[in-house]
């Protein structure tokens, strides 16, 4: 199938805003610094995930699915954007979580619930009892287990259930973000803007590898280059075998190899913090710089990642010194709001008295 030929449902707003960042150009001394705005993508608080369930809620919608089920960690993003992507287009909305369920509900979390989203915690706590050699294997099977039963509760109900991948991860998917390219592409030339690179998230890699892809095809005038947002994070290898299955499917024409992918790690302070989720006090100052410059906020979970290697990059000229760049916002901000990150930004941002004046009656 040509990729020009596959059909979407509307789930978010496409042509998101690309924008320049002024103050952040000025502060860095470097090129024109540009943001695209997939955390606009309007649904729900919106994020990259819209882009995809446009193609994943259209081949539910053509195959006779009643209910969208997917999988994350307690507060994905992408979670939250399924789950109204159901609502939006009649489908009923399945939430299947890693982990524990928490004593307080937050973030996504919440957002998924008001949405009124039906929610399963597969809780592996006790796994670690198993010995651990044989405890991912444990956990992987209770999931599938799990899976298993969940659907088949909706089954008995007569429903057909999508079971779609975390972070929408698949060939249908990733037909979002190649598509975006084009989008970009235009905005460039409608706005007079030249860019030689893309700073991309690379979580479950659909994102990274549907821009790539599309970059290859639409012979993109920027390199994508990907910031892993844990440290434990998919190969070139594996990706690049990912991004030879869509061109195939999509009759791209293209092969990509291990070494054609652009990753940055970071050095000393990687920039995908310490762990999945976990908070860590320097992607929060980069938070706080982007919110502070532009006004913008990114999250600490992915956003907050890559824009720490955004500026990473310009500082060590892997973005050539006067180069224009674009960073991807692919959305997130809910996390913001999530009790763990909550209680963490308490010490470095409410624990002085710098620009805060309290005045008594
Ligand atoms: C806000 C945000 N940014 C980036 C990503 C990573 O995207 P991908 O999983 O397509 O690599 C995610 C994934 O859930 C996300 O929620």
Known sequence: MNIKDLQRLPVGYLNTPLEFMPHLTETMQTGKLYIKRDDMTGIALGGNKARKL??????AKDNGYTALMTFGGVQTNHGRLTMAAAIKYGLKPILVLKGAKPDYCSGNLILSRLMGADIYFVDTTEAEKVPQEKQDAAKKQFL???????VAK????????????VGGQGIIGSA??????????????????????LVSGYGSTGTFAGLWAGAKYYNAPFEVIGIPIEPDYRTKEETAEFINELSQ????????????????????HPYGGVGYNEPDPITQQYIKMLAEQEAIFVDPC???KVFHGFIDLLRRGVIPHGENAIMLHTGGAPGLWSKEHLDDMQKQFWSDEENITVLKF
């Open 302 to 304: 992915y956003t907050g």
């Open 154 to 165: 909706y089954e008995a109900q007569g429903d057909k259930v999508l079971n779609i991948p």
């Open 176 to 197: 979002g973000y190649i598509q975006a390219i084009p989008e970009i592409m235009q905005q460039m030339k409608e706005q007079n803007i030249t860019a030689r690179y």
């Open 249 to 268: 499917y999509y009759d791209m024409g293209f092969k990509c190899r291990p070494e054609d992918i652009h990753l940055e790690i970071g050095g000393a």
């Open 54 to 59: 446009d193609y994943l809620v259209r081949y």
């Open 144 to 150: 599938e287990e799990c899976t298993a039963k969940i």
